[in-house]
């Protein structure tokens, strides 16, 4: 079943469960609160009629001061349902507008349905029932039982406006309950959908078609998870792509040593280089082999470097020695080529330290200075200052720059300029560098050359 059914279904079951308790506890209530409305204005009524069928005086008589048939409650309830019987202290009926029948068996409890709530029950109906006494004082002042008053009013009126209000408010409720129901619908569409979408751009992941993946617009949390599928997307399509230009490049560079192994090799054999030609091809064999165990080396070393963890051992490195190991290892190709190395360390680089593996690091940087070593017209500078948040490093020559079409891919693998040799150097740096949670980037300097800077978390910067 569907997301958006599921949702729906549940908020509706929900909206019916609430429905039915709001009318299992509203509708028995709603006919106590009428009975009791009832009441109040019976209790009221009955204490006009007392006063209009009495006289009002301080002492009032046993039996009123008219006869009964004068009395003028017929006139007093003309239009109204409620019936009333006037009584004597001994019970006897001395006024009613009930049968004598019907009088006796009300003012006898038969037929009471409830003590508590006074329902009397007849053969045509149920009545409310509301006795309204009245006391006597004596003339030696002493309080007796006078007369009383009786009052009935018909159930079946109340259950009528009982069953009008219930069916008005039941059907507010269920209004109101389709009115919520279509708008939880509304709003778990608006949710829901984004996601359906979401999961069929998930399937285009799925199956490897990173270029079809598009973004889908959402708000909230959705909206974020969005953006990061898409960003996925982008990174794992990148990363494809680099995958099978690594295997591109990968395969040339080795086939070219080999196919010089191979012609020489196959030329011995079969006789055709003999004497110097076969002193001169031996050479150019052993010298493939040290390219091909070379390319080899580095990329098992890239390899282990962006994946293994135990090849990588974090140490406390201060910059002014790594520099320093960095120019006497320099020092013979510099000489080689007749290039001047100068090294620029701010005042507040003194005692600090990165954190990396301190051979790792050297080989990087070794990595960078050879690259600038092999197209530098005569000077290297490496510099080295503190900024706020880290510790930059450059490395810097003045050779004819990087060409703009080679920036954007420089780190990765097999990726080298007309000089390059196994194209595995910067993108060994870049990986050590990434590893030593810093980074590296090159760029052309307005002087002309080109420059390799490389950032690394400030210890000190918090303190």
């Known amino acids: 079943m569907k997301l958006l059914v599921r949702l729906n279904l549940s908020i509706g079951l929900l909206i019916v469960c609430i429905l039915a308790i709001t009318v299992v506890l509203i509708y028995p209530l709603l006919l106590n609160t009428l009975i009791e409305g009832?009441?109040?204005?019976?209790?009221?009524?009955?204490?006009?009629?007392?006063?209009?069928?009495?006289?009002?005086?301080?002492?009032?008589?046993?039996?009123p001061a008219k006869p009964v048939q004068q009395l003028p409650l017929q006139h007093i309830l003309i239009g109204s349902k409620m019936e009333a019987i006037i009584t004597s202290p001994a019970n006897q009926v001395l006024y009613s507008t009930l049968p004598e029948e019907k009088a006796n068996a009300l003012l006898g409890n038969?037929?009471?349905?409830?003590?508590?709530?006074?329902?009397?029950?007849?053969?045509?109906?149920?009545?409310?029932?509301?006795?309204?006494?009245?006391?006597?004082?004596?003339?030696?002042?002493?309080?007796?039982?006078?007369?009383?008053?009786?009052?009935?009013?018909?159930?079946?009126?109340?259950?009528?406006?009982?069953?009008?209000l219930f069916q008005r408010m039941l059907l507010i409720l269920v209004i109101g309950a389709a009115l919520t129901f279509l708008i939880s619908m509304l709003i778990t569409r608006r949710l829901v959908t984004p996601l359906t979408r979401l999961r069929q751009e998930l399937k285009k992941v799925e199956t490897r078609r990173f270029s079809e993946v598009k973004l889908i617009k959402a708000d909230g949390e959705i909206g974020e998870v969005a953006q990061s599928v898409s960003q996925l997307a982008a990174v794992l399509e990148q990363y494809e792509k680099s995958q099978k230009q690594?295997?591109?490049?990968?395969?040339?560079?080795?086939?070219?040593?080999?196919?010089?192994?191979?012609?020489?090799?196959?030329?011995?054999?079969?006789?055709?280089?003999?004497?110097?030609?076969?002193?001169?091809?031996?050479?150019?064999?052993?010298?493939?082999?040290?390219?091909?165990?070379?390319?080899?080396?580095?990329?098992?070393?890239?390899?282990?470097?962006?994946?293994?963890?135990?090849?990588f051992r974090t140490e406390q490195i201060k910059i002014e020695t790594l520099i320093q190991e960095l120019t006497d290892r320099l020092h013979p190709l510099l000489l080689t080529k007749g290039l001047?190395?100068?090294?620029?360390?701010?005042?507040?680089?003194?005692?600090?330290?990165?954190?990396?593996?301190?051979?790792?690091?050297?080989?990087?940087?070794?990595?960078?200075?050879?690259?600038?070593a092999r197209y530098a017209k005569k000077t290297i500078w490496?510099?080295?200052?503190?900024?706020?948040?880290?510790v930059h490093l450059e490395i810097a020559d003045d050779g004819e720059g990087i060409p703009e079409s080679l920036l954007p891919r420089l780190f990765q693998r097999f990726a080298k300029g007309a000089h390059g040799e196994t194209g595995l150097g910067l993108a060994i740096s870049r990986a050590i560098v990434e590893r030593s949670r810093g980074q590296i980037t090159a760029s052309n300097r307005k002087e002309g050359g080109a420059s390799f800077r490389l950032q690394f978390p400030n210890p000190g910067a918090g303190s």
């Open 38 to 63: 009832q009441r109040k204005d019976m209790r009221e009524q009955g204490s006009i009629l007392m006063k209009l069928t009495l006289p009002e005086t301080s002492a009032i008589p046993l039996t």
């Open 110 to 164: 038969s037929g009471i349905q409830n003590k508590q709530q006074n329902i009397w029950q007849s053969e045509e109906d149920d009545y409310i029932v509301e006795t309204i006494p009245a006391s006597a004082v004596t003339a030696n002042g002493e309080v007796i039982p006078a007369i009383s008053l009786t009052v009935a009013m018909p159930l079946g009126e109340i259950k009528e406006m009982w069953i009008a």
């Open 246 to 311: 690594f295997f591109q490049n990968a395969s040339h560079e080795l086939k070219t040593p080999l196919m010089s192994i191979q012609g020489y090799a196959e030329g011995m054999k079969d006789g055709i280089f003999t004497g110097e030609k076969a002193e001169k091809g031996l050479g150019v064999i052993v010298k493939e082999c040290e390219r091909l165990k070379s390319i080899v080396t580095e990329m098992i070393l890239l390899a282990k470097l962006e994946s293994e963890e135990g090849i």
């Open 340 to 372: 001047e190395l100068q090294t620029v360390i701010a005042d507040n680089v003194a005692s600090r330290h990165i954190a990396g593996d301190r051979e790792k690091l050297l080989q990087a940087l070794l990595n960078i200075a050879a690259n600038a």
């Open 382 to 390: 490496v510099r080295a200052w503190i900024g706020e948040q880290n």
